[in-house]
């Protein structure tokens, strides 16, 4: 064993914390900030210091942090039963699916455990779909500049972005990428082979850039005409995030296929696909599948976010708090010459700056407050639907001073 091996064993339970960061691949540049502790918008550190949390994971924990609701869930589920094979009728699983399906367009719903994993169940079922009961042998994918749809072999060739596929190849077939919000672009991708057109109506790794409504009506239009399947990644933007259930309903028609994740959970993790019922079929028994996928306890925590969500009202809460926030920024931060625009819907909001946003993120989290960027130059706030008044105007007045120069 290794002298840092021994350390690091040797300290496991010892009083003093140890840096065991060596022990991780390094997937992500981390900042020196150890949190180990939540609640609602609040998270403090082991050296106890507060941060207001307008990062929410990443748009994950959109009830903020152990939300009382979803910790009884949780806790009761714990008390019962934590894992049986998807070969058994599973009632949590079955309920959380009909409060899908009963709040948006949908019929039936797969369940996993990440957004990659719900993007990449989209792909399979749309080709299964196009393949097996339309007998098409359509596989292509459209998909978009500046999109994100995960980090699987599939999803990171979904994405439209060159710097996730970077040294991974060789990557599936079957992919194309057209810019976003160009129907002309579109129409001349489409072809006998299109089997779907994946797309976020906010992308927003990409920077917060919304699908203007005409766009999008008229690729439902062209799917329709086309036999084509269109599935929209609410990945980020479901689960109340952008002021409606998901993102879809601010744009006046139903997707074919919606994925799901983030905040589906709370912060537990687990992922979702939503389809109508003429996919129903393409999805037979041995044809996908998932062994953790709607495990009791993940479906139990699923079940008491969408309560809350619905039977609460937090997508117009989150609605009506987005438009404050958007609202304030404009006023406080509309005179530094840094801030190039502000924009978003709902709780998902960027500050495009004038250059990298990187230092001005780490200067916020000194003044106590947690954000995170939209590409190099957006600053990106996801708060939870929870958020007050009173807590977005601290944060204003953070981002005020970060921006100030
Ligand atoms: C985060 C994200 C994903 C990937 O989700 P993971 O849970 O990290 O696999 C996919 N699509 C969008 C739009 C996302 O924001």
Not at 169 to 189: R, S
Not at 336 to 353: P, S, T
């Amino acid at each position: 064993m290794s002298e840092t091996k021994q350390a690091a064993v040797a300290a496991a339970g010892a009083a003093e914390a140890v840096d065991n960061s060596h022990s991780l691949l390094p997937t992500y540049g981390r900042y020196p900030i150890s949190l180990v502790k939540g609640e609602g918008s609040y998270l403090w550190d082991d050296k106890g210091n507060q941060y207001l949390d307008f990062m929410s994971g990443i748009a994950v924990t959109n009830l903020g942090h152990a939300h009382p609701k979803v910790k009884a869930a949780l806790v009761e589920q714990l008390d019962q039963l934590w894992h049986v094979s998807n070969l058994f009728r599973i009632p949590n699983q079955e309920d959380a699916a009909a409060l899908l399906t009963a709040n948006s367009f949908g019929d039936a719903v797969f369940f996993c455990n990440s957004g990659a994993e719900a993007n990449e169940a989209a792909i399979k079922l749309a080709r299964r779909y196009q393949q097996k009961v339309a007998g098409n042998g359509r596989y292509e994918i459209i998909t978009f500049d500046h999109s994100f749809h995960g980090r699987t072999l599939a999803t990171l060739t979904a994405t439209g972005q060159e710097k996730v596929k970077e040294g991974f190849a060789p990557l599936p077939e079957g992919f194309k990428y057209i810019p976003f919000n160009d129907f002309a672009a579109l129409e001349e991708a489409v072809s006998d082979k299109t089997a779907a057109i994946m797309l976020e109506m906010i992308q927003a790794e990409g920077g917060i850039h919304a699908a203007d409504e005409a766009y999008v009506k008229a690729v439902r239009e062209l799917c329709d005409k086309q036999g084509i399947l269109l599935i929209v990644d609410e990945v980020q933007t479901g689960i109340g995030r952008t002021g409606k259930l998901f993102a879809y309903e601010h744009y006046g028609i139903e997707p074919d296929i919606i994925s799901l994740a983030k905040g589906l959970g709370s912060g537990f993790p687990v992922g979702a696909i939503v389809a109508k019922e003429k996919l129903r079929e393409a999805f037979g028994p041995g044809s996908h599948g998932s062994t953790f996928g709607g495990t009791p306890i993940a479906t139990a925590v699923v079940k008491a976010t969408l309560e809350t969500i619905v039977g609460e009202r937090l997508p117009e809460r989150a609605a009506q708090m987005g438009d404050y926030l958007q609202e304030r920024l404009k006023q406080e931060l509309g005179a530094n010459a840094a801030v190039k625009d502000v924009r978003g819907k709902g709780l998902i909001v960027g500050i495009e700056c004038d250059g990298p946003v990187a230092d001005r993120l780490v200067a916020a989290q000194k003044l106590g407050l947690l954000a995170i960027s939209a590409g190099p130059n957006v600053i990106r706030l996801l708060p939870n639907l929870l958020v007050t008044k009173e807590e977005i105007d601290q944060a204003v007045a953070v981002l005020k001073q970060v921006t100030a120069d």
